[in-house]
């Protein structure tokens, strides 16, 4: 059977093209559409993430929201209140009056639920009252015989028949018996702290004098009861006319206030009692109207008649630890009243006129103003979850339901140095979380991106010379033989896992480098220079003497010098060590130079991170510098051009888009390392350049935390800002090196 021959140009001939041109025409359309929609993805994807970060960080920027709930009209209003407050359900309210009788409400049903009234000998009334911390729910009673009794208020919480019953209660910390002050006559203008083995009072007797009395327990071994021991000491310096008396709840400091000063007593030690401070709180804008501790009761907070509030709280001094005004607050109504949280450093301002303002103080937020009908305001007092807010205001108590999820958060406290109590001055810290209950988060990020850019910055200087110069060596002057074991030996390091060069990095590196610190210093300096002056060498020998080395292998004879050197650097280190440090080069630049030494510090991240940077800004350099055409060099040399004057003037200005492209590839993969920084650093946010010291870069802080923190709380969020801060680096990076990259291009795409 004869085979049928297709004639070019016949119809079948044509039917055949025609076939092969569609399917080939289907299958480019096909692999556009794919292209563009697996592009489109990508874009699609990122732009998720981007408003997926937003979304979670929106909240901690938004303000608190104050809406009222209830009020309530309470008995007895010829009576002044003394304190209010709520129950952690806001569902009971509260009324403490002067005389000491306390009325519960029920915020449901505006109704009184219950009330105490304390049980006074005959013929004894209550010459004074006084509120301690306002966490602890506690006041005190003093009495016109001298006496005094310690009341809390509580709340117990059942569930018969599977319904919530809170019932409120008082008791008694120290027994219904009043303890005696004084052998008789009155007890005036009251302030009090307690704890379970100590308890201190401050008043005026008759004649003004003001008397501190404390009251130390002991447990008796025996009845197992708390056997308290009293002591007295007499404050004979003391302003006699006070405005306003407030003590520490460590029972350290007595704080009287008359006038526009503040006298400041050490009570620590009844026999050493001293006169601390005299702070004067004159404001040319008004005169003082109130006073309050702050949560923490380190920060006294003083609202003047103008509609200032000014915070103080003790610096380090040359007198020793002194106060001082901080920050403060402007543009407020005048306040009526004055409460603050009782764990946070929030605090509330009621004016005559109902302007209620709520402010936090570290983050100098003013998160709510708005006024409302609060005629004649006078005691406020927020619920134990801060999240309820009691004004006491025309003989009626006021419920007002209080959104204030992240009030730390600001874009000061974010990014500016922030004043916190007990630091010496402004700075810029993050430290999330505390081992103690007495701890306000401190959430700044500037120290985690400029550890973000410092470990980038450590790596890029290791790594960029190194890579740069391998990869031009590599693609222009080794030879092919060669090149094909090299290259692929460094591309596959890029498969290491991080996790092993950081292990590596921070138990076997950083001692090594810890102790043989002048070594390493040494090796910085002798490699570079050996390896030129073996390259010199190499170029003043004999042609005889080269020939005998195979030209393809003659890179290979820097093996030796390499390894030589680096073991006689080490080999020398512990003479340097003793002949110029001392014995001791940890300690010499310690103690000598006043630069701190942590084992795992930025040298240390350097080195590990550059090794992981190398073979990504190697490999694209390598291919762009062997990618450029070989008539542009050929041509170069033919016109007489030396190997390094084409190099530097031809080869590496066609390359330098691809150049770019691997260098700025590299600092993204540095910026977004966190395994490496996570193990071979101290992770303290710290902001030092120095090279001996760590850093806390924001992949790592967020590798670290993001695990213990509560879903939804202001370290939450924030983490999730860190992480849209460390997108934005990398996008604005990446933008960068895209756009020098496309002008690079342009520029030398004519060579």
């Known amino acids: 059977m004869e085979s049928q021959v297709i004639q070019p140009g016949s119809a079948t ?259 050493d009692v001293s006169l601390l401070q005299v702070l004067d709180v004159e404001s040319a804008n008004g005169k003082v109207s109130n006073i309050s501790l702050l949560a923490g009761a380190s920060s006294i907070l003083v609202a003047y008649d103008s509609g200032k509030v000014a915070q103080y709280f003790q610096v380090n001094s040359d007198k020793g630890r002194l106060y001082q005004e901080i920050r403060e607050f402007d543009d407020l109504a005048p306040s009526a009243a004055l409460a603050s949280e009782f764990y946070r450093k929030s605090f509330a301002t009621v004016s005559a006129e109902g302007e209620l303002s709520l402010l936090y103080t570290t983050s100098q937020r003013q998160l709510f103003d708005e006024t409302f009908d609060l005629k004649n305001p006078g005691v406020m007092g927020f619920s134990p979850r801060s999240n309820g807010l009691v004004v006491e205001a025309d003989h009626k108590l006021h419920l007002f339901k209080v959104a204030n999820e992240h009030p730390e958060v600001s874009w000061s406290a974010l990014w500016d140095k922030v004043w916190y109590e007990g630091y010496p001055e402004p700075e810029y810290v993050w430290q999330s979380t505390s081992g103690s209950d007495d701890f306000e988060a401190k959430l700044s990020l500037m120290p985690l991106a400029f550890g973000t850019m410092k470990a980038a910055f450590y790596a890029m200087l290791f790594a960029v010379p190194l890579a740069l110069a391998g990869a031009i060596y590599t693609a222009y002057f080794m030879s092919p033989k060669v090149r094909g074991i090299v290259k692929p030996t460094i591309e596959i390091m890029e498969a290491l896992p991080t996790v092993i060069l950081g292990f590596l990095a921070g138990l076997w590196l950083a001692p090594l480098i810890e102790d043989h610190l002048p070594g390493i210093m040494i090796l910085l300096v002798l490699l570079p220079v050996s390896i030129l002056l073996s390259a010199f060498t190499w170029s003043k020998l004999p042609g005889r003497w080269k020939q005998r080395l195979p030209e393809v292998y003659q890179e290979l004879m820097l093996i030796p010098v390499i390894c030589f050197v680096g073991w006689a650097s080490f080999a020398i280190s512990p003479m340097i060590e003793i002949a110029l440090f001392g014995g001791d080069t940890r300690q010499f630049i310690t103690n000598q130079l006043g630069i701190t030494f942590d084992q795992r510090n930025a040298l240390v991240v350097g080195i590990a991170m550059g090794f992981a940077v190398i073979p990504t800004i190697f490999s694209i350099a390598e291919d762009a510098i062997f990618s450029v055409p070989r008539h542009l060099s050929n041509g170069s040399l033919a016109l007489g051009a030396t190997p390094w004057q084409t190099l530097t003037r031809v080869v590496l200005l066609t390359a330098s888009p691809g150049i770019f492209s691997a260098v700025m590839m590299g600092l993204g993969r540095a910026v977004g390392e966190t395994m490496i920084v996570l193990m071979a650093t101290g992770n303290t946010a710290i902001m030092e350049w120095s090279v001996f010291q760590g850093m806390r870069t924001l992949a790592a802080n967020i590798a670290v935390e993001m695990p213990e923190s509560a879903i939804g709380s202001s370290h939450y969020r924030v983490l999730f800002l860190a992480a849209f801060v460390l997108f934005i680096f990398t996008f604005f990076f990446n933008t960068i090196a895209e756009v020098v990259r496309q002008r690079l291009r342009e520029r030398y795409s004519s060579l």
Do not use: C
């Open 13 to 271: 001939h044509k039917l055949l093209i025609g076939g092969r041109t569609n399917r080939r025409a289907v299958k480019d359309k096909a692999a556009q559409i794919g292209v563009t929609i697996g592009g489109t993805l990508v874009f699609v994807a990122l732009l998720l993430i981007f408003f997926y970060l937003l979304y979670v960080i929106k909240p901690i920027f938004d303000g608190a929201d104050v809406t009222p709930v209830t009020n309530v009209s309470y008995q007895n209003a010829d009576i002044p209140t003394l304190m209010v407050g709520s129950d952690e359900q806001n569902e009971v309210l509260y009324r403490v009056a002067r005389n000491g009788q306390v009325d519960f409400y029920s915020a449901l049903n505006q109704q009184r639920v219950d009330s105490f009234k304390p049980e006074l000998a005959a013929g004894v009334t209550v010459s004074s009252s006084a509120v301690s911390a306002p966490s602890e729910q506690r006041f005190a009673l003093g009495l016109s015989n001298g006496q005094v009794l310690i009341t809390d208020i509580a709340f117990g919480l059942t569930y018969p028949d599977n319904k919530r019953l809170i019932t409120p209660e008082l008791r008694y910390p120290v027994g219904k018996t009043p303890l005696a002050l004084t052998d008789g006559g009155a007890i005036h203008n009251l302030v009090f702290a307690f704890s379970s083995d100590k308890m201190s009072f401050a008043f005026q007797d008759d004649n003004g004098t003001w008397q501190v009395n404390r009251f130390e327990g002991e447990e008796n071994m025996m009845t197992e009861e708390v056997e308290w021991q009293p002591a007295n000491v007499t404050l004979g310096d003391a302003p006699i006319k006070v405005a306003h008396q407030l003590m520490t709840p460590d029972q350290r400091q007595l704080i009287l206030q008359t006038g526009n000063k503040i006298y400041i007593y050490d009570i620590r030690y009844l026999d």
